[in-house]
């Protein structure tokens, strides 16, 4: 066994005390008057959203936060969220650090690890190192999805990436009133329910604050770096009814008439300079003119629903600004807002009501749904807004998220740090070009660091973003990073400098199609920020400058093999190399926590078999297993001494009781469900190897839900009308055994498609 190394020792060891000397190693510390540093993170939000970007959205902090301090409006980032984490956590490429697309997969190269690689230290890990307190609270969705389960492992996980404290949530999305909720490295029910007032956001700022209230009260000299991305205001799209309500018919004139009075604001505010042009549509996106009336009524109340869910946000950043401000740490914090990707193009050409019955092939039209239209935003909805809307939330561009297209990259980006930028600078905007990757390096320049050249005896990669901080107080001197490029699932974009002159060439990529045969285009940004006019036939040198140059970087950058796989990676959970095979029993013996999607058995679309070992006496009651929430699910439960199954396909309940009560002591309880063609199925229960009951199933869901697992209660809003969430079981619960059956391609398609709809 090789021994254990310890640190040298600096005193001197005699034969007593009188003879040796002590020492006491000091701690790192930055210095007495390092700065705070804040990184607050919306999710799909598009450039034109917020009220100092355009919008007629309410947004009074974060304008507030604008006025007294920078205001970038040419700020980058990548197209989608995990790899636009991955960059601003570590001022590196996203390919480079291996996370080129979101945490859910990983693809067997070194650009798509699912996790951030260790060779790339975190601003947590790199501050940590220096003696901040480092505090996060929100989504983290930096860690490979196989692994987000209490079973771990726990090194990708917020506390193994350089935080001390963590408090949220580690997939993409979830639900805003009954999230899936981690504190530290394990996880936990939400401290309250929608009828209690219970929002995720609130909860995170208040999380944050104590946090921060904790630290600096036993620590007053120890600065802190404080993460806060909020789910908002990715789907899905939820608000407090005083918020749903606060916008009623404020969209009723419809997206052509929204966007283009956006645009007149940008052009006031000066955030888009007077030569750009408003984009035109995009493919898919009809004149609102030309909608029936109960496709107007029903896009409209979608985007009354994101407008009071980024108002809402804008509150709990004023909370959180409050908060600072009355513990005396505002003054001397950096603050950097941003958002991580465009607006989102995932509600399709309608916009979705119930997002796991538009996976499963059901598609409901706005006449459908138009009986419904008040429950979107609150707790029994789970919606995205259509593309008219989310192309107006990213005026003046086109395209949208996962694009790399302006629409796709172009958010808005605020810095506020009163110490450090001088009171008349306030309120001004920095139109140089800065990219999400040079966040992390303006940081550490701002506080006197250097990123380590090891870290925990890791060779650490180069940071490759460029510090912007000289332009700070210079408002007037030239951008710092002068070249970037960009790729998703296959398009592909560089924006470079040449003579003073901002060049962009770009190609969206078809699914499918030879790269070779992909068609770039070109635009000259210093005059045409919204790619209005392709210049790729009047500039053929420079578009092939470009080209090379973006070969180039994808060499340096580790970008290559270029892959437009999108939802076939979803189900890469499934696969052979996964711990998660299609075929496997799962033996659970309670208590557990609550177990994610991912990391659940996967019952949908197939054959499955639930066999539960207990001991019960008369009175006891509940759920011995559930999956999914109100909204779609299946709940196995014992009540009234009988056995239940309510299967809960988008609110249409198909019960089936056991036709004999369960005798009190030992028993085994068996429900089985068969699929018994594409759309129907079965369920048959058995106690004690006596069929007792079965119902036939009208619809079989291929895409139960989004939401995990959990043995021995129900976990969030209740799958079942007959009873209230968690209805532990009261009994003595030996074991749920879950037997899943094969799954055919269409239906593993059908998984991914939801999982991808959730990024």
Known sequence: MTPVSRPPFKGRIGRTLDESEPHFPSSPHPGDNAPNVVLVLVDDTGFAQLGCYGSDIDTPNLDALARNGLQFTNFHVTPLCSPTRAALLTGRS??????????????????????????????????????????????????????????????????????????????????????????????????????????????????????????????????????????????????????????????????????????????????????????????????????????????CRLQEAFAAFLDHTDDQVGRFIDGLRKMGQLENTILVFLADNGASQEGGPFGVMHEMKFFNGVFDSPDDLIDRIDEIGGPHSHTNYPWGWAQCGNTPFKWYKQNTHEGGVHVPMILHWPVGVGPEQNGTLRRQFVNVSDVAPTIYELLGLTAPETHNGLEQLPVTGRSFAPILNAPDLPATNRLQYFEQFGSRALIAEDNGTWWKAVTRHIKGQSFDEDRWELYNLSADQSECTDLAEVEPTKLEELVDLWWEEAEIHGVLPLDDRTIELFGSRLDDHSPHPTHRK??????????????????????????????????????????????????????????????????????????????????????????????????ELAVNDLVCGSVELPFMMRMISSIGASVGYDHGSAVSARYDAPYEFTGELHEVVIELGARTSAETQTAAKAEMSRQ
């Open 94 to 299: 996203q390919h480079s650090v291996g996370m080129r697309s979101v945490s859910n997969h990983q693809t067997g190269f070194p650009h798509q690890l699912g996790h951030i690689s260790n060779h790339a230290a975190t601003i947590a890990e790199v501050l940590k190192a220096a003696g901040y307190a480092t505090l996060c609270a929100g989504k983290w969705h930096l860690a490979p999805t196989n692994d987000i389960s209490a079973a771990g492992p726990f090194d990708q996980w917020p506390l193994g990436r350089g935080f001390d404290r963590f408090y949220g949530f580690l997939e993409g999305e979830t639900d805003q009133f009954h999230p899936q909720l981690v504190v530290d490295n394990h996880h936990i029910d939400p401290p309250g329910t929608p009828a209690d007032g219970y929002h995720l956001s609130e909860d995170l700022v208040d999380q944050l604050l104590q946090m921060i209230n904790d630290s600096k009260g036993v620590r007053p000299d120890r600065p802190f770096f404080a993460y806060l991305p909020f789910g908002a205001t990715h789907a899905p799209h939820q608000a407090p009814e005083s918020y749903l309500a606060k916008y009623r018919g404020r969209y009723d004139e419809g997206w052509d008439v929204t966007r283009q009075r956006w645009y007149e604001r940008q052009l006031e505010l000066g955030v888009t300079s007077s030569d750009t042009q408003l984009a035109p549509r995009n493919p898919g996106v009809e004149a609102w003119e030309d909608l029936p009336n109960n496709h107007q009524k029903f896009a």
């Open 586 to 683: 799962y033996r659970y013996r309670p208590p557990m926590s609550p177990i994610p999607a991912q990391a659940a058995p996967s019952p949908s679309g197939r054959s499955w078999n639930m066999t539960a070992r207990l001991r019960s006496e008369s009175p006891d009651e509940g759920v011995l297993y559930a999956t999914g929430n109100e909204n779609s699910g299946m709940t196995v439960f014992i009540q009234d001494s009988h056995l239940v199954v309510d299967y809960n396909a988008f609110d249409e309940h198909t019960i089936v009781e056991s036709d004999v009560p369960i005798p009190e002591g030992e028993n085994v309880l068996l429900v089985k469900i068969e699929r018994t063609s594409r759309t129907s199925g079965r369920v």
